[in-house]
Structure formats: C-alpha cells, structure tokens
C-alpha cells in the first residue's frame, strides 16, 4: 500500500505531508529527527528535513547521503516519493544503511511552490535560498551521496518521449578521473534494480539532459559544446556554490552541482512521472526503488574502492594508477577527499612503468604549496604477489586489496615539498 495513494495539493496537501513527517519521527524516535533548515521565501512555512540513522553509531563512522525532492513546486511526483523513501528507511530492509549512514531526506524544498503548484524557483541557477539551506545542512553534513528528485508531467520529457518517461541522470558535472564511467556504472545498477520490479527506466547524461532539454522540444547546444561538459547549461558555473554559510560566491536542474564540485559527492537527478503513474498505481514506488539500490550500494565494497561505501575515492587518475584520500573511517575520507580534490588541478605528473617482470615504477608530481599533503597512491596490479614498496629507494609502507582478477596496491604518502615522487613497487611469484 503507498504512503499516499492520492496525490496532496495546495495548501491542504503540503500541510498533510508535513503532519505525516511529524507523525513519522513521533513514531520512529529511537532512529529519526527532524530539523528545520530555514523558512519560505514568504516566510509562511518551515524547510523540515528528517535525519534517518542508527543513533548509537558515531558520526565519523559513518557515510552522509542526502536526497532533496520538490524543488520545482509543479513537480507532483515528488509529494508522494519523498514519504515513501522515509518509509523504506524506517523498515528492518533497511537496517544496515541506518548502521552505515545518516539519511537526511527533505521532502519539501520549495513549499510555496508546492502550495501554488507553480514552478516557482530559478531559471538561472540556484536560488538564494537554496543556499542557504544547503549550506548551513552540508556545513554540518558534507554528503558522500546526494540525490535530488524531480517528476515529469504531461508536456514535460525529452524531445522524443512526453508523458511517459523516467530518467536517472548522472549528475557528475566534470568528467575528471574515472567520474563519467563509474557514475554510470551505478545509474545502470540503480536502473536494474528498478526494472526488476516492473519499472523501467532511462539513464541520461547532462549531455543528455542539454539536447533533449527536459521541458522543452528543441536541443539547446550545439554537438561542438556537447562534448565537454564545461559548457553544459550554467550547471559548470565555478562561482556558483553552497554558502558555508554565507562566505561564498549560475539554469541548473539539480541542487547536487556544488556538492560534487566541494567534496566529490556522489550525485544523481531523478526524473519520476506523475502523468503516466498515479499515486494509487505505484508512483512513490517507482520512484523509491532506484533511489534504495543507490543506498544500499553505499554499503557496498566496490570492486576498485579500498573499502565499503559510496565509490567517490578515485579522485585523480584512472583504475590503473589514481590518488586516493586516506582515512581509516568515513569521517576521515571525507575530510581527505575534500582536501585532495580541491588539489586536483596541481597534480602535473601521473605515471607507471612496467621495467621487468618483478619491477613496476611509479611517479607523480604535485605543483601546489598545501603542504604537507596526505594522500594515497593506488595502482591496480596484473601480478598478485607484491613484496615490498620503495619511495625514493627507502621502504615503505603498503596494503593491498583484491577484485576478481586483479590486485591493488594502496600506498600513503605524505608530500612535504612540490615536486616529483618516484615509488618502486616489486612483485613476483
């Protein structure tokens, strides 16, 4: 049975949706709060989130995963997802994401929208408010994973397909490291799953999104520009950031852009349908689904990933040879990711060698001055067997993890002073 099976509309039906929130933490106290993140533009409704997590655990042992629904107030869909997804998060299925992550859900981001049913937001970027509020939750919260929902309505899809479709969108807005493939690695896995209860799905790229443009018939830019998604809409905006909380510095559809670009979140759009699926007919379903594979793979180990959790650590590089933060729980990898991927740009020089059957060499050249920096360089292996690390001919130290057919050797490093690091890694039989 849907948490709702009707669809709540104007006043009336934001009201209902904020009356369910609070009988939800009444009623699951022991693993749910709810905050409030700031007021309505017209300052006549509270911004609530509901925090969702295993209270017991500390903090910086665990992964953030952050989903935003209702940005744009017309979009029905997302009324009914967002209670769907509190509602999956308070079932035992779900026990070992409250174990492993804080789950914070805002179900309503724009509730004078919602009451007017209107759009009712920005057209050229995020809006104030969405600072805002954002800031001062990420300020608290820096998100691993976020995921922001939107719904499609009757005029609303790609140029080929109104009325009927539902998107996942890789939300990554730079294609740097191995971003694009293994964001869409994850959409695909978060496809599958919905599909296998009978709801299919399509996965679009930003790419995607700009020559479909989502809304509207015509492609917005041209292939040239398509090719680099730099110039994709405003979303690559540089300037265009969270307030932490009001220090810092343009149409975006996603409120996940600025986390991304900050802490190499891990981050997707969702596009549901509330023309083609009724409430009663499955509608917060639909959309919950993909939305509980994507939590559910964050207490996974990927395959290339040192250890449990979102696969957000490849931050310069390819599965080959890449940096890695280095942290010994969540909270640790997240400060060191933040670190290291604002460094990204000064990393100059990133190689391997294979010199013989028992040798491979390695070296990387860092041109910054945030020093000393702390880093992991971690290379993937065909030999299984590695004997010893040397940086700059004095030992050092290392581990090692494996995937099906391949070991990797992940080695700390902490850099001193800008220049060339140079590490000798023997393997063998």
């Given at each position: 049975m849907p948490v709702f099976d009707y669809m709540p509309m104007g006043e009336g039906g934001l009201q209902e949706i904020f009356s369910w929130m609070d009988d939800f933490v009444l009623t699951h106290k022991e693993i749910a709060e709810k905050r409030v993140l700031g007021r309505s533009e017209d300052e006549r409704w509270d911004i609530p989130a509901i925090v969702v997590t295993n209270k017991d655990v500390p903090?910086?042992?665990?992964?953030?995963a952050l989903i935003t629904l209702s940005r744009h107030g017309h979009e029905r869909g997302t009324r009914v997802v967002g209670p769907e997804i509190l509602s999956y998060l308070a079932s035992p299925e779900a026990r070992t994401v409250r174990d492993r992550q804080t789950v914070i859900v805002v179900p309503v981001v724009n509730p004078e929208g919602v009451v007017q049913d209107s759009f009712h937001s920005s057209m050229s970027g995020i809006t104030e408010l969405e600072k805002k509020i954002f800031g001062r939750l990420c300020a608290e919260f820096p998100p691993d994973m976020m995921i922001d929902f939107h719904s499609l309505g009757k005029t609303d899809g790609?140029?080929?397909?109104?009325?009927?479709?539902?998107?996942?969108?890789?939300?990554?807005?730079?294609?740097?490291?191995?971003?694009?493939?293994?964001?869409?690695?994850?959409?695909h896995e978060m496809q599958n799953y919905?599909?296998?209860?009978?709801?299919?799905?399509e996965v679009h790229t930003l790419e995607d999104l700009s020559a479909y443009y989502f809304g509207g018939r015509d492609g917005r830019l041209p292939h040239a520009s398509l090719q680099e998604k730099t110039f994709l809409l405003q979303v690559q905006n540089p300037y265009e950031q969270f307030a932490f909380p009001e220090d810092f510095p343009g149409y975006t559809n996603y409120t996940c852009g600025p986390a991304y670009l900050r802490w190499h979140t891990m981050v997707f759009g969702?596009?549901?349908?509330?023309?083609?699926?009724?409430?009663?007919q499955g509608l917060g379903e639909s959309g919950m689904l993909p939305c509980r594979a994507l939590l559910e793979m964050g207490n996974q180990r990927f395959a290339w990933e040192r250890a449990p959790g979102y696969p957000t650590n490849l931050l310069y590089g390819d599965f080959r040879i890449s940096l890695r933060p280095i942290g010994e729980n969540p909270g640790q990898l997240r400060t060191s990711r933040e670190r290291l991927w604002k460094?990204?740009?000064?990393?100059?020089?990133?190689?391997?060698?294979?010199?013989?059957?028992?040798?491979?060499?390695?070296?990387?050249?860092?041109?910054?001055?945030?020093?000393?920096?702390?880093?992991?360089?971690?290379?993937?292996?065909?030999?299984?067997?590695?004997?010893?690390?040397?940086?700059?001919?004095?030992?050092?130290?290392?581990?090692?993890?494996?995937?099906?057919?391949?070991?990797?050797?992940?080695?700390?490093?902490?850099?001193?002073?800008?220049?060339?690091?140079?590490?000798t890694i023997e393997h063998g039989e």
């Amino acid at each position: 049975m849907p948490v709702f099976d009707y669809m709540p509309m104007g006043e009336g039906g934001l009201q209902e949706i904020f009356s369910w929130m609070d009988d939800f933490v009444l009623t699951h106290k022991e693993i749910a709060e709810k905050r409030v993140l700031g007021r309505s533009e017209d300052e006549r409704w509270d911004i609530p989130a509901i925090v969702v997590t295993n209270k017991d655990v500390p903090e910086e042992k665990k992964q953030i995963a952050l989903i935003t629904l209702s940005r744009h107030g017309h979009e029905r869909g997302t009324r009914v997802v967002g209670p769907e997804i509190l509602s999956y998060l308070a079932s035992p299925e779900a026990r070992t994401v409250r174990d492993r992550q804080t789950v914070i859900v805002v179900p309503v981001v724009n509730p004078e929208g919602v009451v007017q049913d209107s759009f009712h937001s920005s057209m050229s970027g995020i809006t104030e408010l969405e600072k805002k509020i954002f800031g001062r939750l990420c300020a608290e919260f820096p998100p691993d994973m976020m995921i922001d929902f939107h719904s499609l309505g009757k005029t609303d899809g790609s140029k080929y397909d109104l009325g009927d479709m539902e998107v996942i969108v890789p939300a990554n807005t730079t294609k740097w490291g191995m971003d694009e493939q293994i964001h869409q690695y994850v959409a695909h896995e978060m496809q599958n799953y919905a599909e296998k209860y009978g709801w299919p799905y399509e996965v679009h790229t930003l790419e995607d999104l700009s020559a479909y443009y989502f809304g509207g018939r015509d492609g917005r830019l041209p292939h040239a520009s398509l090719q680099e998604k730099t110039f994709l809409l405003q979303v690559q905006n540089p300037y265009e950031q969270f307030a932490f909380p009001e220090d810092f510095p343009g149409y975006t559809n996603y409120t996940c852009g600025p986390a991304y670009l900050r802490w190499h979140t891990m981050v997707f759009g969702m596009e549901t349908n509330h023309f083609s699926i009724r409430p009663d007919q499955g509608l917060g379903e639909s959309g919950m689904l993909p939305c509980r594979a994507l939590l559910e793979m964050g207490n996974q180990r990927f395959a290339w990933e040192r250890a449990p959790g979102y696969p957000t650590n490849l931050l310069y590089g390819d599965f080959r040879i890449s940096l890695r933060p280095i942290g010994e729980n969540p909270g640790q990898l997240r400060t060191s990711r933040e670190r290291l991927w604002k460094e990204r740009f000064f990393f100059d020089v990133l190689k391997r060698e294979t010199i013989d059957a028992n040798t491979t060499l390695a070296e990387l050249g860092y041109l910054g001055d945030n020093l000393p920096l702390d880093l992991g360089l971690c290379l993937r292996m065909r030999q299984k067997n590695i004997h010893r690390v040397c940086i700059h001919e004095e030992d050092a130290a290392f581990e090692t993890f494996t995937d099906h057919c391949s070991t990797f050797v992940h080695i700390p490093l902490r850099l001193q002073a800008a220049g060339r690091t140079k590490v000798t890694i023997e393997h063998g039989e």
